[in-house]
């Protein structure tokens, strides 16, 4: 009762410092900017439309923005990526503000920052500017940004929101932006009040309130710096291209890694590598609290990276996580705790597409360096190549302790989007890393 | 003919069972459907007078043709006769009825000894024990969570059913086909079968973990077939002793069909599921049986998978072929 109460006071209580503000602020002041931004942006803004060649339909909408005299506009990779897998079943068509259409053609994309430049059938156009704060890195927390886009295909809207700094736990870097984007909006322009191109409108958090991402304006003015011819649009060439830009993205990933040291975390008589990098978000869960009591105990943390890259609808890679289990006998017998231990033993792997993957293949053997620091394992190694990217795969790891019958550490290391040199080395070093603890 | 010694007809089935026996005091006995014969068949495909048995002069047994559209048959033969001489141990076909005519001389096998079988209860509820037991310390072995009385009865209560079930299968066979249940020896098979199915399940198992080779546990419904098709034989077998190769290859020809069916099932799930297939039940460390590998060896072997996985790049997507086959590295 007391908690009911507490919270129905605080809400009554921001309500009444709202009212405060309203009064002692002149009322226009924060949505006549608004104003004047969409006014100045609303000739730059389209939205982008993947039509389905033989219906005439959309199959899937996003925005854009004019950022150069030519027709050249940035958008989401992933606003595109229909068209880009497949050219000969759809294609791209822009909608401006004013109710004008056009067909578009794609220059370049980048799988990495998710961004796609894609060029209008007509010159002359106003056109927005980067925000030289924002490619210098140096916007200010609580800046307040604007972005713009047509959320959900019911109009072009204008969104205030808060410049919040990047994602800290992000491998790729990403702005924070506290605004309600809406799906439709991707690949629309976040903008300062100076109505300078500040971010992209990419993603937002689901189960978080206006938990929005953008990606930072230097990655656009990056792409749109180099010099591209169009995009040859055969198949193949463009599987090379998606697959040539992950294993450039996943080779630096796994450089930074290689540079790491592999912190050592305990579980009971074990210790086991643990989250290398500052990008990595862990969790810690345990069986303890179960009714009934549990007959093992289990401790497990699991530590996963912010680094999917979306490719296509049903393909999303370049994830990694790292899995370790604890469990210890309460009351089960050898037999019984091996039972419960196999319920741990698996790869935690994301999903299988027959069409993007190859059956997976396994090694497995018991695995014993024979020196005192380190228990004797049994090791999984499993594997499956992308069917469509040369070069790339999806290695998962899986190790459990075998020197004692009645206590175990499981731990599983799983790379997505990954060399296979790259997965090699970082699973070696993984493994030498299960040790006993000092 | 008056003083003449009696003969018997049987009627029997195709296989030779005695359905019905008539003793005749006579030198001439006429069949057919009519009400005007010794011997009145109710078969539709018997003429209203089909045949007649009779004696000739060196007191032998013949059965001759009357007036029948369908005529007389030797047993199963399709050589159409007029007269058929009857020794007593063939039989005729009129219609659709078989036939055996013996006389009185007919000779019979000699008698067979009563046994007494003292082991035979004794053995078979030790059987019946010993599979509930295995089955019961199954469920205790893999049980990791609270135990539970339903977590064992009920597990065991279904395969009480399930044998008595298939028992009862057996015998209601066995009944018709040789006219005796044989109830011990069909239970006797059954338990001994289903407790080598069990031992040979868990034994799998354990073979796979302790020996480090995935084949046994995804492979093994092979060995269980077999095992069906083994103890399938044997009731077969119980049922009467003949026919046995005959037997023998219907069983087996099942069982091969099982196993293909089983194993093309298998390759397409594998082509269009992701089965990763590995060891998935670990057991107590104490039971590996094969060497360890040095980590450098392990990530030699796992470096191998490479090329494997780049030829498979380019098969069709679900498509069946050599990488399917799930076999140990």
């Not at chain 2, 059965?63 to 559209?69: P, T």
């Not at chain 2, 059987?127 to 893999?142: E, K, P």
Request: charge should be positive; proline fraction near 4%; hydrophobic fraction near 45%.
């Amino acid at each position: 009762m007391t908690s009911v109460a507490a919270r129905l006071c605080c809400l009554a209580l921001g309500a009444a410092l709202g009212l405060d503000a309203a009064r002692a602020a002149p009322p226009e002041n924060l949505s006549s900017v608004a104003k004047g931004v969409y006014a100045a942006a609303r000739p730059r803004l389209l939205q982008i439309r993947t039509l389905l060649g033989s219906t005439e339909r959309q199959s899937s909408i996003g925005s854009g923005f004019l950022v150069s005299a030519d027709g050249s506009a940035i958008t989401n990779y992933h606003v595109v990526s229909q068209y880009v897998l497949e050219p000969n079943t759809y294609r791209l068509e822009y909608t401006a503000p004013d109710g004008e259409r056009g067909s578009l053609k794609l220059i370049a994309f980048d799988i990495a920052n998710d961004l796609a430049i894609v060029q209008l059938d007509k010159a002359g156009q106003p056109y927005f500017e980067f925000e030289k704060r924002a490619l210098a890195d140096r916007m200010s927390r609580g800046e307040r940004l604007y972005s713009m886009g047509n959320p959900l295909d019911v109009g072009f809207t204008i969104i205030e929101g808060t410049y919040n700094g990047k994602v800290e736990r992000s491998y790729n870097d990403r702005i924070h932006f506290s605004g309600a984007l809406n799906p439709g909006m991707s690949g629309g322009p976040a903008v300062s009040s100076g109505n300078r191109v500040v971010g992209v409108n990419v993603s937002k958090r689901m189960g978080g309130e206006l938990m929005s991402f953008l990606v930072p304006a230097r990655f656009a003015a990056q792409l749109l710096s180099r010099q591209h011819a169009p995009v040859a649009l055969s198949p193949e060439a463009i599987r090379a291209e998606i697959g040539r830009q992950i294993t450039q993205w996943q080779a630096g990933l796994y450089k930074t890694l290689s540079a790491q040291t592999l912190p050592a975390r305990t579980f009971g008589p074990y210790q086991a590598p643990d989250s290398p990098a500052a990008w990595f978000s862990c969790w810690g869960r345990t069986n303890a609290e179960q009714v009934p009591k549990p007959r093992a105990m289990l401790q497990s943390t699991t530590c996963n990276t912010e680094t999917s890259l979306f490719v296509a609808g049903d393909l999303s890679t370049g994830q990694l996580r790292v899995a370790h289990s604890y469990a210890k006998s309460v009351d089960l017998n050898d037999f019984q705790f091996a039972a419960f231990l196999s319920g741990q033993f698996r790869p935690s792997w994301f999903g299988w597409n027959r069409k993007r993957h190859t059956r997976t293949r396994c090694h497995e053997a018991f695995v014993d360096e024979q020196v005192k620091e380190a228990p004797p394992l049994r090791a999984v190694w499993c594997a499956r190549a992308y069917r469509d990217f040369e070069g790339l795969y999806d290695v998962s790891l899986l190790a459990v302790t075998q020197d004692r019958a009645n206590e175990a550490l499981v731990t599983r290391l799983s790379m997505h989007g990954v060399s296979y040199d790259n997965a090699l080395q970082l699973g070696k070093r993984f493994l030498a890393e299960i040790r006993f603890a000092r | 003919m008056p003083g003449s010694s009696p003969l018997w007809i049987e009627i029997v089935t195709r296989h030779g069972h005695l359905l019905q026996r008539h003793r005749f005091e006579r030198d001439e006995v006429r069949i057919g459907r009519g009400y005007d014969n010794d011997l009145i068949l109710d078969d539709p495909f018997v003429a209203p007078r089909h045949v007649r048995i009779v004696r000739d002069g060196n007191n032998a047994l013949a059965a001759e043709e009357v007036e029948s559209a369908n005529g007389l048959y030797e047993g199963d033969g399709k050589q159409r006769a007029a007269r058929i001489a009857l020794h007593g141990d063939n039989s005729i076909r009129i219609g659709r009825t078989y036939l055996r005519v013996r006389d009185a001389a007919h000779a019979v096998a000699a008698e067979r000894l009563v046994k007494a079988r003292p082991w035979t209860w004794p053995l078979m509820v030790g059987l019946v024990i010993a599979l509930v037991g295995m089955q019961l310390a199954s469920t205790w072995l893999h049980q990791t969570t609270e135990p539970r009385l339903a977590d064992y009865a009920s597990p065991a209560l279904a395969f009480c059913f399930a044998i008595a079930a298939w028992i009862a299968m057996w015998t209601i066979l066995s009944r018709i086909f040789s006219g005796r249940a044989r109830v011990q020896r069909n239970l006797v098979i059954a338990v001994s079968g289903f407790l080598v199915l069990l031992v040979f399940y868990e034994l799998a198992e354990l073979g796979a973990f302790a020996l480090s080779r995935r084949g046994l546990t995804s492979y093994r419904f092979v060995g269980l077939w077999l095992i069906v098709g083994f103890f399938t034989f044997l009731h077969l077998r119980a049922m009467s002793a003949a026919h046995s190769r005959f037997k023998a290859g219907a069983v087996a020809a099942l069982t091969i069909a099982a196993l293909g069916m089983q194993t093309l099932a298998g390759l397409q799930a594998r082509a269009t599921s992701d089965l990763q297939s590995y060891v998935r039940r670990l057991k107590p460390p104490e039971f590996r049986l094969v060497g360890t590998q040095s980590e450098t060896r392990f990530f030699a072997a796992a470096e191998g998978l490479k090329t494997m996985l780049d030829r498979s790049r380019t098969d069709q997507p679900g498509e069946i072929d050599e990488y399917a086959v799930d076999d140990d590295d």
